[in-house]
């Protein structure tokens, strides 16, 4: 997810010299020569392992007595935990070797702890403050920004802040939208250093502050990143936030805990957004929760929101569902307006049937129709 750590057109430069540009998990298979004749000088033989440390974040060799499987999960896990290029290498003879038949596969299932990360809410409340007191915040977003332009935009049509981005992160935004600034930095534009110049603020998503960018180091600085070593990396910051870009459910259910009534009655739908809110919403003694027996009956979550307002019409109603659930019975929302219900929506939208998804991948098989692809409508 950091953006620019180095302009975009010195991404080769900083492999060839050994600065990893780890934004994104991977894994590397390697072939090396035929393994008895290592170190005898008969082969152009090199270290490969030596030759990929700079550039890897774990490497090791695979021999004939491995734990191949076992191997391949840690590969993994490196490649995951520290976002980075795992590598294996592969001796000749390891590669026409056959599987024991005792051999046993490997999994991931224990062997990862929770990746999603919550910032402090020290950190939190001061961000807040500067963008509640502030006059003119301007966002930047980069590249580390691309998969979470939704929430940005969001947060932009929220502020009314103009929102510009690095020259690498061009088209993250469109140029069309009425708040795009256009790009800053040696390939921008006069129009996005005009807003940045007379911003109070300035809101930083996966941006570095590398030269080229051009983002003024001077002026009132919020920096989100989930790389603690790109926070404040070249000049101190205001507010440096370590969170990834975009909304996770523990922070989405953080909030509910602090604003949802005390008496509410709260209706739960079933998939992704029913595991959520079990692990992270915390009830009060006096709230009531529904929830479909055995998380079986996917679209429970609005309609029991209807029967809580028919049965408690002097209880707060809330209803949290995730796209696909609410999607089974969004037809029900006439006969919400016809009556009057109130009933606080909370939807969670991954665009996908995720826990369908989910148990497909845990059964080995392919991940099949369960992407959904969502209206796009207003209700007023």
């Known amino acids: 997810m950091p953006d620019d750590r180095g302009a975009g057109g010195h991404e080769p430069a900083d492999w060839a010299m050994g600065r990893p540009r780890r934004s994104r998990p991977g894994t590397c298979f390697d072939r090396a020569g ?50 980075g290029v795992a590598h294996l290498i592969f001796s000749d003879e390891v590669q026409v070797l056959p599987a024991s038949d005792e051999a046993e596969a490997s999994s991931p299932d224990g062997r990862f702890g929770d990746v999603e990360i919550t910032p402090a809410e020290a950190s939190v409340a001061s961000a807040a403050d500067l963008i509640r007191f502030s006059r003119r915040p301007t966002i930047i977003v980069g590249h580390g920004a691309r998969e ?44 996005a250093s005009s807003f940045m110049n007379e911003a109070d603020l300035l809101i930083v998503f996966g941006a570095s502050f590398f030269d080229h960018t051009g983002i003024e180091r001077s002026k009132p600085i919020i920096l989100v990143d989930f790389d603690q070593l790109a926070l404040g990396k070249f000049h101190p910051v205001t507010v440096p936030v370590w969170w990834e870009i975009g909304l996770s459910s523990a922070s989405i259910f953080e909030v509910l805990t602090e604003v949802i009534a005390w008496n509410a009655v709260i209706a739960v739908d079933v998939g992704n957004n029913t595991y959520s809110f079990g692990r992270y919403f915390e009830c009060g003694d006096q ?15 609005f309609p029991a929101a209807m029967g809580a307002w028919a049965a408690a019409p002097d209880r707060p109603i809330v209803c949290v569902t995730g796209d696909g659930g609410f999607g089974q019975y969004m037809g029900e929302f006439t006969m919400a307006v016809k009556y009057g219900m109130n009933i606080t ?27 959904l692809q969502n209206p796009n409508s207003r209700m007023q």
């Open 34 to 83: 035929e393994h008895p004749g290592a170190g005898t000088g008969s082969l152009q033989e090199i270290d490969q392992s030596s030759v990929f440390e700079a550039v890897t974040a774990w490497s090791q060799s695979v021999l004939h007595d491995s734990k191949h499987a076992e191997l391949m999960t840690l590969t993994l896990k490196h490649a995951t935990v520290q976002r």
């Open 287 to 301: 709230q009531s929760v529904l929830m479909s027996g055995f998380l079986g009956s996917i679209g429970f979550g």
């Open 345 to 371: 929506h909370t939807l969670l939208n991954n665009n996908e049937l995720g826990k369908i998804s989910k148990e497909q991948r845990a059964g080995e098989w392919q991940v099949w129709q369960t992407c």
């Open 148 to 191: 979470a332009m939704a929430d940005v935009v969001a947060l932009a049509e929220k502020l009314n802040a103009p929102v510009m981005t690095t020259f690498k992160a061009k088209g993250q935004v469109s140029d069309a939208h009425p708040l795009a600034g256009g790009v800053l930095g040696r390939s921008g534009t006069p129009i």
